[in-house]
């Protein structure tokens, strides 16, 4: 039904001739240089909302788990918040709600905000996945820890963790994966990431399956490494005889 | 041979009283005419073009063009109800949904330009926009050299960033595009200091001022950027249909009915607000309007 004009990448931005070797030299920039640029930013946000994510979905996790009243309370406050706002509703409030209530957040960037917002979504998911890993683990476990005279830190970090962990790698895997594509929310705070790429390319060219094509490659590329990554890891650390080591 | 000729005379004279529509009636006219409905393509904010009163109602300029051009088209087919639908398109599924049948005219804000054209085709023109920069008025800024530095603000999947660049590189100078999602996103991106000036279709800013909180703390200044058709869009290889429409603006056109409903829509108050847009048909529209055409943006810019 169409022909394909896969030539399209090697467009200038600016006055649409097609550049020899498809990167564009100073002053010009190609389609290809472009996408590669998006893409960058998708990585970007995607690798640092990540680590957000694990870091705060961690803290958060444990703290539902422990057996101080307070401490579970924040921790139930914090993933209900966070996980009952729709993503594009949480990335508006940072980006627009937020700044008019405290100006000086004016002058933070979008790039730090959505990488806020999009961390601590996955946060609340990921807590959610560290509490269910906790407490998959039988009772006997953590009693045992205390009962050996550890600390409860000290339990959760040699008795209970390293266990939990294991077990969940697999839902984090998912969470990392979502995570590159709930990136493309960034793409209604400006900031210059594949959606967005795709978006603008295709109007400007005319070409939108070829640039659709071209951005969901690269999507499905970059989840998959994270996919393959995670596999690697899930492999390696894993103890034959304990909860999920078995194959 | 004896029977079968009486029969071709009784054809022929049959098809000589039907009217002359009747003998070749396919397209996007046989779809009406067999459906009794036709889809319009409408936009949910594009200035006084296109835009939504919500409730699924939409109006505008050319809401209003395509209403009695169907109307003139119902007539034609000798059709005694027509039942017109309103859908909703945005810049990125407007092409794609005329392609494939979803929506049979589209009335909206489409710049007729050469690459659209390989994938539809356009009405006359019933619209020359002027592509601004809209500003705070207490920025100083007045001339897009004095953008080297700032944040510049556009709408994602437009034109009008293509034409900043332009500039970009022909005047050496070097801003940062902030990409709004929709017209409305954009000017909240100026309106909240995030973007110091709005690059867009001279309408569009001047519908958006017209409905900020503060009409005067926002002024369009500066050069014109890029001179462009915004015309009615039809599908592509379809020329039955897009003579009935032109010949239903051409009419318009030369009645000066055009100009009627042009005031009517930039220079009176309009619902939902009952604001105006306040902007004065521009020598370029009125020149189309005097002698119809379908030119691309592409012969604007030759001139």
């Known amino acids: 039904m169409t022909t394909w004009d896969w030539q399209v990448f ?238 | 041979m004896r029977r079968s000729f009486p029969i071709t005379l009784a054809l022929a004279g049959a098809f000589s009283v039907l009217p002359h529509l009747a003998h070749a009636l396919d397209g996007t006219l046989k779809k009406i005419k067999d459906s009794g409905a036709a889809t319009m393509g409408v936009r949910e904010s594009s200035g006084g073009l296109s835009f939504t009163l919500g409730d699924g109602k939409f109006v505008g300029f050319h809401v209003e063009l395509c209403e009695r051009a169907l109307a003139d088209i119902q007539k034609e087919l000798g059709m005694s109800k027509l039942d017109v639908k309103y859908q909703p398109v945005t810049s990125q599924n407007r092409i794609p949904l005329m392609q494939n049948g979803t929506i049979d005219i589209e009335c909206g804000s489409t710049t007729n330009n050469a690459a659209r054209q390989k994938d539809v085709s356009f009405a006359d023109t019933t619209y020359v926009e002027e592509v601004r920069i809209a500003v705070k008025a207490n920025s100083g800024i007045t001339s897009i050299g004095q953008l080297n530095g700032k944040n510049v603000a556009t709408t994602t999947g437009t034109t009008s960033v293509q034409h900043l660049r332009k500039h970009e590189r022909a005047a050496s100078v070097k801003f940062n595009e902030v990409f709004g999602k929709d017209h409305a996103d954009s000017f909240l991106l100026l309106e909240s200091g995030r973007a110091d000036a709005f690059v867009m279709d001279g309408q569009i800013l001047a519908g958006n001022i017209a409905k900020a909180k503060n009409p005067a703390d926002f002024k369009i200044v500066g050069e014109v950027l890029s001179v462009e058709p915004i015309a009615i869009m039809v599908r592509k290889d379809d020329p039955a249909f897009k003579a009935a429409v032109d010949g239903s603006l051409k009419s318009m056109m030369k009645s000066g009915e055009i100009a009627k409903i042009y005031d009517k829509w930039f220079m009176q108050p309009i619902p939902p607000t009952n604001t105006r847009i306040g902007l004065p048909a521009s020598d370029a529209t009125k020149a189309a309007w005097a002698s119809p055409n379908d030119k691309p943006m592409e012969d604007y810019a030759k001139k």
């Open chain 1, 10 to 247: 090697c467009k200038d931005t600016i006055d649409g001739q097609i550049v020899p070797g498809c990167f564009g030299g100073p002053g010009s920039v190609t389609y290809l240089d472009w996408l590669l640029s998006a893409w960058g930013w998708t990585l970007s946000v995607s690798a640092l909302a990540l680590l957000v994510a694990l870091v705060l979905g961690l803290v958060m996790g444990v703290l539902r788990t422990t057996p101080h009243r307070g401490l579970v309370l924040l921790g139930e406050a914090w993933t209900e918040l966070f996980r009952n706002i729709p993503l594009l509703v949480q990335i508006f409030l940072w980006y627009h709600v937020v700044p008019a209530l405290f100006p000086p957040l004016r002058a933070v960037p979008s790039f730090i905000l959505v990488v806020l917002g999009l961390g601590l979504f996955t946060s609340a998911r990921i807590s959610e996945q560290v509490r269910a890993g906790i407490q998959s683990l039988s009772g006997g476990q953590r009693m045992a820890g205390l009962a050996m005279g550890f600390t409860l830190p000290q339990t959760y970090r040699h008795v209970l963790l390293p266990m939990a962990l294991r077990i969940i790698i697999p839902p984090l895997t998912s969470e990392s994966m979502n995570i590159i594509k709930n990136s493309s929310v960034a793409f209604a705070v400006s900031i210059s990431e594949l959606t967005l790429f795709a978006l603008q390319a295709q109007e400007e060219t005319s070409r939108g399956i070829e640039v659709y094509l071209a951005v969901t490659g690269l999507y499905f590329i970059s989840a998959f490494a994270i996919n393959r990554a995670m596999l690697f890891v899930e492999n390696r650390v894993r103890v034959p005889g304990m909860i999920g080591g078995g194959q």
